[in-house]
């Protein structure tokens, strides 16, 4: 007849209970489940038995050497980081190459690499939930990557948990409070882009933003001011800068439109009328390059030819617009993503074993990639008999 007894839900089995049961001591029972070869394999699947019949759970002793730890000042290392990104990550290219770059430096390290997909606060109420397994400190790190819709409420409920002081953590592309970030080097970008199509002839330039990636697009914009401002062209009459409203429920780093009537048509149709009110302006500079590519198609649709007729330019070199040879055709401000994940990964990994932070944030340089996207600015006459 077997006696023993499950636990209730306010026993916790330990190791001396069941060196207690097995008559033999904490030690043996530590080794036995650990899998030592000095424990004869008889007596390691006896205590194992054991252990498993009177409910032993490894995960809350764990957890209580590790609070046992953390109460004497020593810090136990799992050997695994946590990366927050938006829901839809796994189906946008960017966040992919970012993602890559975390996984270059994780496997080698021998890290595991816990993988939360945040709730988008726009469209989405609920309190970021976490597994149990940072509940239980189980995660020395943890990387935060997206829009601050996503990252602002989870740092807020991390922030909440007892484990939060003892966390690494670092942000990528955006600045989270005063945790160590990683970001491109976005007022160099936007130099290049504007340099670029000033070396064109282009004088009027429309910069598309949201109010999304308020960080990235004030960055910019400071470069291509200095950029214009440095040539002897007045950012304040010749920048013209548009708000371009991206519905939440369809992020925008999704599949880069194979056709864009599938999609929200409205924010790149106000796009055009913006350029039917302004003819003076023959270049666009785009948030990103699946915002190119929608611009692109509308672009087509209504006659206008790039890059006869306007000239436009991405950003981040995630999304190729081919042609039917399979050639990217999109001139854009190449950002390091896939170098920014591996920074952050080791910036993380690097705290966690106690080494010295370097200057931070980290900038990543950007570099301009010209292709067929981008030429001269069509003649006055052209621009004056194209019809929107």
């Not at 990366?83 to 993602?99: D, Q, T």
């Not at 064109?200 to 330039?205: F, K, T």
């Not at 369809?250 to 009328?273: K, N, S």
């Amino acid at each position: 007849m077997n006696n023993m007894k499950s636990p209730t839900a306010q026993e916790r089995v330990t190791l001396a209970d069941i060196a207690h049961r097995c008559g033999v001591s904490k030690g043996t029972v530590s080794k036995a489940l650990r899998g030592c070869v000095e424990i004869s394999p008889d007596r390691a699947e006896f205590i194992r038995a054991t252990a498993q019949a009177m409910g032993y759970d490894p995960s809350l002793s764990l957890e209580g050497h590790r609070l046992a730890a953390r109460r004497h000042g020593r810090r136990i290392i799992n050997q695994q980081l946590a990366v927050f990104l938006p829901a839809y990550f796994y189906r946008a290219n960017y966040f992919n190459m970012i993602y890559s770059g975390i996984m270059d430096v994780v496997t080698p390290e021998n890290y595991g690499l816990l993988t939360i997909a945040l709730p988008d606060t726009r469209v989405d109420e609920r309190t970021p939930a976490f597994p149990h397994s940072i509940n239980r400190g189980e995660v020395d790190g943890i990387i935060v990557i997206g829009e601050m819709a996503h990252r602002q409420s989870a740092l807020e409920a991390l922030s909440s948990l007892p484990i939060f002081p003892s966390l690494c953590i670092a942000s990528l592309i955006n600045p989270a409070y005063d945790f160590p970030a990683v970001l491109a080097d976005e007022v160099a970008g936007g130099r290049q882009a504007v340099n670029h199509l000033l070396d064109l002839g282009h004088a009027d330039i429309l910069l598309l933003y949201d109010v999304v990636n308020l960080d990235v697009h004030h960055r910019r914009i400071q470069g291509m001011k200095a950029a214009l401002t440095e040539r002897g062209v007045d950012p304040e009459v010749h920048l013209h800068v548009l708000h371009l409203p991206i519905n939440p429920a369809l992020p925008y780093h999704l599949d880069a439109l194979r056709d864009c009537r599938q999609h929200d048509r409205r924010p790149h149709e106000d796009v055009i009328q913006y350029l039917r009110q302004h003819p003076e302006i023959t270049a666009v500079i785009t948030l990103n390059d699946p915002i190119a590519r929608r611009l692109w198609y509308l672009f087509n649709e209504v006659g206008c030819r790039v890059p006869e007729d306007i000239s436009l330019i991405g950003n981040d070199d995630s999304d190729p617009f081919l042609d039917s040879l399979g050639q990217n055709l999109l001139t854009t401000i190449q950002e390091p993503l896939v170098e920014i994940g591996q920074a952050g990964a080791r910036l993380v990994i690097d705290q966690v074993n106690g080494l010295p932070l370097p200057a931070l944030p980290l900038l990543l340089p950007t570099r301009l990639v010209v292709r067929h996207s981008t030429a001269p600015p069509a003649s006055p006459a052209r621009r004056g008999a194209l019809r929107w």
